[in-house]
C-alpha cells in the first residue's frame, strides 16, 4: 500500500518538475532584441531600500539615469518601468512596492493617462509575466487583460507559450535557470545618435478628455500615495513624440492643483536642462540617449535633494558596495556599446 502510495507521488512529482521546466524553456527570455520584457522581475533582486522609485513607461526607464542620480547626489533610486505600461498597472505596481518597502517619493509620468481601456496582450506580458505573485499581480492581470485573454493562462504561462516549441532558440536554453541583468537599476541605456527631424506635429484629436478609468486609477495612485505618507510627482518626459497636447497638460495641473501634488513637465524645462535634439537621443526623438538621460538626472536630481531634501547616502558602506557593481556594468555596458557602433554602426553585434 505504501509502496503504490510512494510511486504516485513520485509521479506527481515528476510530472510537475516536467511542468516547470517545460514553462521555464517556453517562456520568453528577453535577452535579446526586446529587453524590456525582462525589466520587471529586476526588481526583485535589489537588495536595497530606495528613497525615490519611478513608475510608469518608456519615458521613464529610458531617459532617467539611477546610476547618474547615485553618483552625483547619492539618491538610491530604481525605475520600475516596462514598454507601454498602463496606468492600472503602475498603479498595482506602487501598491505592490509600498508594500515591499516606504519610499520617501514616488515618481508617476502621465503619458499613459491618454490609454483608458487594455490594449495589448504583448506589453501586458511584458509587465505582468515579470511580477511576482501576489495580490496586487492579480488585480493587475485582471485589470489589463483584453478580450482575448485568460486569466488562467497567466497562472499557467505554458498554456500561452505551448506553442512556442517551433521558436525555441539558443537563449532559451542559455537562460533556462538564470538571466543576465539587461538594466541599471531600471535604465534601459543606449549611446547612439539619430537627431530628431521633421518630428510630425500632433493631429487634431475629436476628444481630448482623460477617460474615466484613467482618472479612477490616478486617484487611486495619489490617495495610496497620502495614506501611506509618501510624495508622489507627476511628470511628463522632455520627449518630443508622440505628441503630448496642450490639452492633455492643462488636465494633469488641474489634477495637480486640486490634490496639493508636484507636477513637472519637462517639455518646458528643455532649454535649462540643455536638451539638444541633434545629439541628445537615439531614435528621432521618442527617447533620450545616454547623454540626454544623465542631462535629464541632473536637472530632476538637483530638484530631488534641494527641493525635497532626498538625503545623499554615499557614506553608507552596503549601499557603496552594491552600487559599486551596478557602475561597473554601466560602464562596461556604454563600453561594448561604443565599441559595437565603432565596429558595425549599431549598439548591437550583428547576428549569426
Same mark, same amino acid.
Given at each position: 500500500m505504501y509502496k503504490k502510495i510512494i510511486i504516485v507521488i513520485l509521479?506527481?512529482?515528476?510530472?510537475?518538475?516536467?511542468?516547470?521546466?517545460?514553462?521555464k524553456l517556453l517562456e520568453p527570455k528577453y535577452m535579446s532584441g526586446i529587453l524590456e520584457g525582462?525589466?520587471?522581475?529586476?526588481?526583485?533582486?535589489?537588495?536595497?531600500?530606495?528613497?525615490?522609485?519611478?513608475?510608469?513607461?518608456?519615458?521613464?526607464?529610458?531617459?532617467?539615469?539611477?546610476?547618474?542620480?547615485?553618483?552625483?547626489?547619492?539618491?538610491?533610486?530604481?525605475?520600475?518601468?516596462?514598454?507601454? +505600461?498602463?496606468?492600472? +498597472?503602475?498603479?498595482?505596481?506602487?501598491?505592490?512596492?509600498?508594500?515591499?518597502?516606504?519610499?520617501?517619493?514616488?515618481?508617476?509620468n502621465v503619458l499613459s493617462m491618454k490609454y483608458n481601456e487594455p490594449q495589448n496582450e504583448a506589453y501586458n506580458r511584458m509587465t505582468l509575466d515579470g511580477m511576482k505573485w501576489s495580490k496586487s499581480k492579480v488585480d493587475s492581470i485582471n485589470a489589463s487583460m483584453t478580450d482575448d485573454e485568460k486569466f488562467i493562462e497567466y497562472l499557467f504561462p505554458i498554456l500561452r507559450y505551448h506553442s512556442r516549441w517551433s521558436d525555441l532558440n539558443s537563449d532559451d536554453f542559455k537562460y533556462l535557470f538564470h538571466r543576465d541583468k539587461v538594466s541599471f537599476n531600471g535604465y534601459y541605456m543606449r549611446v547612439d545618435v539619430k537627431a530628431a527631424e521633421d518630428v510630425p506635429e500632433g493631429r487634431p484629436l475629436p476628444d481630448y478628455q482623460f477617460g474615466d478609468n484613467s482618472y479612477y486609477y490616478l486617484e487611486k495612485l495619489t490617495q495610496l500615495c497620502k495614506e501611506n505618507d509618501v510624495e508622489l510627482i507627476l511628470v511628463k518626459a522632455p520627449t518630443l513624440y508622440p505628441y503630448w497636447y496642450d490639452e492633455w497638460d492643462e488636465q494633469i495641473s488641474e489634477f495637480a492643483k486640486e490634490n496639493n501634488l508636484t507636477y513637472i513637465n519637462f517639455l518646458e524645462a528643455q532649454d535649462e536642462i540643455g536638451i539638444d535634439w541633434s545629439t541628445d537621443t537615439y531614435d528621432g526623438g521618442l527617447h533620450l540617449n545616454l547623454a540626454g538621460a544623465e542631462k535629464l538626472s541632473q536637472y530632476f536630481g538637483t530638484i530631488l535633494s534641494e527641493e525635497y531634501n532626498v538625503p545623499d547616502r554615499r557614506d553608507e558602506k552596503a549601499l557603496n558596495e552594491y552600487w559599486t557593481t551596478v557602475i561597473n556594468r554601466y560602464n562596461d555596458e556604454i563600453a561594448r556599446q561604443e565599441k559595437n557602433l565603432e565596429l558595425y554602426g549599431s549598439v548591437h553585434e550583428p547576428e549569426n
Amino acid at each position: 500500500m505504501y509502496k503504490k502510495i510512494i510511486i504516485v507521488i513520485l509521479i506527481i512529482a515528476i510530472c510537475l518538475s516536467g511542468l516547470g521546466l517545460a514553462t521555464k524553456l517556453l517562456e520568453p527570455k528577453y535577452m535579446s532584441g526586446i529587453l524590456e520584457g525582462a525589466m520587471i522581475q529586476e526588481y526583485y533582486d535589489d537588495p536595497t531600500d530606495h528613497n525615490v522609485v519611478f513608475i510608469g513607461d518608456c519615458e521613464l526607464y529610458e531617459n532617467i539615469s539611477p546610476v547618474y542620480l547615485w553618483e552625483n547626489f547619492g539618491i538610491n533610486s530604481y525605475i520600475r518601468g516596462s514598454a507601454q +505600461q498602463l496606468i492600472w +498597472q503602475s498603479y498595482y505596481l506602487a501598491e505592490e512596492t509600498i508594500k515591499t518597502e516606504k519610499p520617501d517619493i514616488i515618481v508617476f509620468n502621465v503619458l499613459s493617462m491618454k490609454y483608458n481601456e487594455p490594449q495589448n496582450e504583448a506589453y501586458n506580458r511584458m509587465t505582468l509575466d515579470g511580477m511576482k505573485w501576489s495580490k496586487s499581480k492579480v488585480d493587475s492581470i485582471n485589470a489589463s487583460m483584453t478580450d482575448d485573454e485568460k486569466f488562467i493562462e497567466y497562472l499557467f504561462p505554458i498554456l500561452r507559450y505551448h506553442s512556442r516549441w517551433s521558436d525555441l532558440n539558443s537563449d532559451d536554453f542559455k537562460y533556462l535557470f538564470h538571466r543576465d541583468k539587461v538594466s541599471f537599476n531600471g535604465y534601459y541605456m543606449r549611446v547612439d545618435v539619430k537627431a530628431a527631424e521633421d518630428v510630425p506635429e500632433g493631429r487634431p484629436l475629436p476628444d481630448y478628455q482623460f477617460g474615466d478609468n484613467s482618472y479612477y486609477y490616478l486617484e487611486k495612485l495619489t490617495q495610496l500615495c497620502k495614506e501611506n505618507d509618501v510624495e508622489l510627482i507627476l511628470v511628463k518626459a522632455p520627449t518630443l513624440y508622440p505628441y503630448w497636447y496642450d490639452e492633455w497638460d492643462e488636465q494633469i495641473s488641474e489634477f495637480a492643483k486640486e490634490n496639493n501634488l508636484t507636477y513637472i513637465n519637462f517639455l518646458e524645462a528643455q532649454d535649462e536642462i540643455g536638451i539638444d535634439w541633434s545629439t541628445d537621443t537615439y531614435d528621432g526623438g521618442l527617447h533620450l540617449n545616454l547623454a540626454g538621460a544623465e542631462k535629464l538626472s541632473q536637472y530632476f536630481g538637483t530638484i530631488l535633494s534641494e527641493e525635497y531634501n532626498v538625503p545623499d547616502r554615499r557614506d553608507e558602506k552596503a549601499l557603496n558596495e552594491y552600487w559599486t557593481t551596478v557602475i561597473n556594468r554601466y560602464n562596461d555596458e556604454i563600453a561594448r556599446q561604443e565599441k559595437n557602433l565603432e565596429l558595425y554602426g549599431s549598439v548591437h553585434e550583428p547576428e549569426n
